[in-house]
């Protein structure tokens, strides 16, 4: 039921709220459609990665900024067709076949390397390992090897070590990756989308795949994952992978080490690790069931409290979700009461998040027009003081001035009554 209902959702672009911090349940009230109560009460799907941003508190029609974030950000690595590119750091010591190493290298067609191999340059057609051939890459793990063809003009290939000693991860990330062609019109919208993650300590290995697609004009759509040594002689393969026609979606497997020259090779569950790729996200903003933005932030002006919505579409294949509330307290206040009590001590804008604003200034003027407070921190009110005195009782003007990291300027005035 936790997936029909998360299923739908997404299906029928009714985006279900996911409960996070709200800050203050008695500042408002919250309908909920009859979907939306069975979304809250039988949904426990989460996407820790993507994070909508922290809800906010505002007074009705003042900007917030929302920024979506998701994993780190990947190196990106640029690649020609059949190209070799190298070495890279692996940001740790990682034993393959007996030997340590702190270096890669990065083949295009979806395999990295321990050692320099020159002549693997150029070549693009699947192997079955072991082959001791010298053409073909050595240390050398397939996720899968198979003709892909990114380009100069777009990156589709990104790496990043993650986490810290001693459990770091290098991840290798091959991003909605073209399949090669001969003719353009031939597997045109088959895709490869895939990982090779190294842990550091106990130097297994995994294959993470969210999809690789059939071409069949091309190498009979033969492709090979797996491992093999630096001399070409010891080779290990996904059972039913070497060199072989296959179409994957979202599969995981594991090579663990037993022995100087052998591995275990055995299916895990299927789950990519958080990394940006860059150009191949789409972040998809909404309102309700109403799109309003395919930027990663946005600027949004409620006068009423509302739910917000960010989908996340990684390399066309994996969406992930989560939501963030903007509160809108009641109209900015007309009087408040000064004395002591700890309720309504102070007259303040309640907006965007200071960590937001670059531009701000608060101004009250007493009924002769003489300026008695200025702030340029929005978080501060005024109290009902001018210079360590006490103001009397009596209408005051106030002023606003602000401007948000997307350029979005507001100004508002108004008067407020200060009562003793």
């Known amino acids: 039921m936790q997936n029909l209902v998360y299923n739908l959702a997404h299906q029928n672009n009714f985006p279900g709220p996911h409960l996070r911090n709200v800050k203050d349940y008695s500042l408002f009230t919250i309908h909920y459609s009859l ?173 993470q795949v969210l999809t690789k697609k059939r071409c069949d004009v091309w190498y009979e759509n033969r492709a090979t994952m797996g491992v093999q040594n630096g001399n070409g002689t010891i080779g290990f393969a996904v059972p039913g992978r070497n060199n072989t026609s296959f ?58 409290t509302t739910w917000y919505y960010v989908y996340m579409d990684l ?5 992930l979700k989560d939501s963030v509330l903007v509160v809108v307290r009641a109209p900015i206040p007309n009087a408040f009461t000064p004395n002591g009590d700890g309720i309504n001590d102070k007259f303040r804008i309640f907006g965007t998040p200071p960590e937001n604003i670059t531009k701000y200034n608060f101004q009250i003027y007493d009924h002769w027009g003489q300026r008695i407070f200025s702030t340029t921190n929005i978080e501060e009110g005024w109290d009902g003081t001018s210079k360590g005195q006490y103001c009397p009782p009596g209408v005051y003007v106030w002023e606003i001035f602000y401007e948000d990291n997307k350029k979005t300027r507001v100004t508002n005035h108004g008067t407020v009554m200060l009562i003793r």
């Open 315 to 319: 390399c066309s294949g994996i969406v």
């Open 35 to 207: 979907f939306t109560i069975l979304f809250l009460l039988l949904s426990t799907v989460t996407f820790a990665q993507l994070d909508a941003g922290p809800n906010d508190t505002i007074n009705p029609g003042v900007p917030v900024t929302l920024t979506a974030t998701y994993g780190n950000p990947g190196i990106p690595v640029i690649l020609g067709d059949d190209d070799v590119a190298g070495p890279f750091p692996i940001g740790f010591s990682f034993r393959f076949f007996g030997t340590n190493f702190t270096e890669f290298y990065l083949g295009s067609n979806g395999w990295i390397s321990f050692s320099p191999s020159p002549n693997t340059a150029g070549i693009r057609n699947p192997i079955a390992v072991p082959t001791t051939d010298n053409t073909y890459p050595k240390n050398v793990i397939m996720c899968p090897w198979i003709d892909l063809h990114p380009t100069f003009f777009d990156t589709y290939v990104f790496y990043l070590t993650t986490g810290n000693a001693p459990n770091r991860q290098l991840i290798v990330m091959w991003c909605q990756v073209p399949m090669f062609s001969q003719d353009p019109n031939d597997c045109k919208d088959s895709i490869a989308t895939f990982q090779i993650i190294l842990q550091e300590g106990n130097n297994t290995i995994e294959n």
């Open 247 to 304: 179409t994957i979606s979202k599969e995981g497997w594991l090579y663990t080490p037993v022995s100087v020259d052998s591995f275990a090779v055995a299916p895990i569950p299927f789950h990519m690790q958080p990394m940006v790729p860059g150009n191949k996200i789409v972040y998809n903003w909404y309102e309700g069931s109403d799109q309003i933005s395919t930027d990663q932030t946005i600027t949004v002006a409620p006068n009423v």
